[in-house]
C-alpha cells in the first residue's frame, strides 16, 4: 500500500502499475485453483474474490490519496492552510484503506479458510 501511495506521488498516476499487478496475482491465484477447468472458476472467483474486493479498494483508495498529495503538492505552497487540508483529507483516505486492509486481510485468514 505504501508503494500506491508512493507511484501515486511521484508519477501522478503511477499506482496504476500497482493495481494492475494486484490485479494479475489475482487473477493468476484463481487460475492455480481452477486448474484449467472451467467447471472450477466459480469457485475460484468466489474464493479469491471474498478477500480481494476488499483489498482492491485499500489499494485503489492509498493511491487516491496519493494522488490527492501529489495534486496538492504542485497547487500549493507548504506553508499554505489549503496544503495542510489537503494533507489531512489525504491521511484520513490512508487511514481508511489501512482499516480496509485489515478487514480484508481479516476476511483471508478466517472467513476465506471456513468456505475451502
Known amino acids: 500500500m505504501l508503494f500506491c501511495i508512493i507511484f501515486s506521488l511521484v508519477f501522478g498516476a503511477g499506482a496504476i502499475f500497482i493495481l494492475a499487478w494486484n490485479a494479475t496475482v489475482i487473477a493468476t491465484a484463481i487460475g492455480i485453483f481452477a486448474k484449467s477447468s472451467l467447471s472450477n472458476m466459480p469457485s475460484a472467483v468466489f474464493r479469491y474474490m471474498i478477500h480481494g474486493l476488499p483489498e482492491i479498494a485499500a489499494y485503489f483508495t492509498a493511491a487516491l490519496a496519493g494522488g490527492i498529495i501529489s495534486i496538492g503538492l504542485i497547487r500549493y505552497d507548504v506553508k499554505d492552510s ?35
Open 82 to 116: 489549503r496544503f495542510w487540508n489537503v494533507m489531512a483529507d489525504s491521511l484520513n483516505l490512508i487511514l481508511i484503506s489501512i482499516v480496509i486492509l485489515i478487514i480484508a486481510a481479516l476476511i483471508e485468514v478466517f472467513i476465506t479458510p471456513k468456505f475451502f
